[in-house]
């Protein structure tokens, strides 16, 4: 899959923004499991492509701002995505049920990356990798180690193996402040965008699980 140079959320605007929405929405909605959704936007093992269509994860119960993909913000177009869609859902992770965002970036080819974010107060930043584990998806560590990185901001790149998919670099990422903690999990296609990911502690070297 062909992938532009990694898009880094900035500021988490679009996070607070999306999810002030979504918690000011007062009828329920449905939920879908963290693993379903992120397993969603991994190709079917065996399968090549530059990118999947943009039809991708249709099944969700996503409400998405536009029915079709919109010209994203400068600050991302000079990273290589042409489109973008955003969306506001509501995940379960583990016992938890978030209100989240997800923003998909792509291009012509078709999607090239995936973010799910959620707001929370603070740490531990874990209990999403513990409830994809606990679903019976296969995490292995790839580049930058939880246990240096720093509580208020960081970075933690696993390899997931979702049943029946190609092998994905699933990056997660919080950054704290004085009104709360912002986290995030970011599907990463190729080993080219993974290396752009900076670890903020030490010891965070990387693997070669991810070679596409």
Not at 33 to 52: C, E, I, M, N, Y
Not at 61 to 87: D, H, I, L, N
Not at 121 to 130: E, H, K, Q, T
Not at 184 to 200: F, G, H, K, N
Request: hydrophobic content about 40%; glycine content about 12%; some cysteine.
């Amino acid at each position: 899959m062909t992938l532009p140079l990694l898009a880094r959320v900035a500021g988490w605007a679009w996070l607070v923004v999306l999810t002030a929405g979504v918690a000011a929405q007062t009828p329920a909605r449905p939920s879908a499991k963290l693993g379903d959704v992120l397993s969603a936007f991994v190709p079917a093992a065996g399968t090549q492509t530059k990118g999947l269509p943009w039809t991708t994860g249709g099944e969700l119960p996503v409400a998405w701002e536009s029915a079709a993909p919109v010209a994203p913000p400068p600050y991302e177009a000079k990273q290589g995505f042409t489109m973008k869609r955003t969306g506001a859902l509501v995940v379960d992770v583990g016992a938890e049920r978030k209100d989240a965002t997800i923003q998909v970036l792509g291009n012509q080819a078709g999607v090239q990356q995936v973010t799910i974010a959620w707001q929370q107060l603070s740490g531990p930043f874990d209990p999403a990798s513990l409830a994809l584990a606990a679903d019976g998806v296969g995490l292995k560590p790839l580049k930058c180690r939880r246990d240096t990185e720093p509580p208020s901001f960081g970075n933690v790149v696993q390899v997931a193996q979702f049943k029946g998919k190609i092998g994905v670099a699933l990056w997660e990422s919080w950054n704290c402040g004085h009104d709360g903690c912002g986290f995030s999990m970011t599907l990463v296609y190729r080993r080219t965008a993974v290396d752009q990911i900076e670890c903020i502690g030490k010891d965070g070297g990387t693997s070669r699980e991810v070679s596409r």
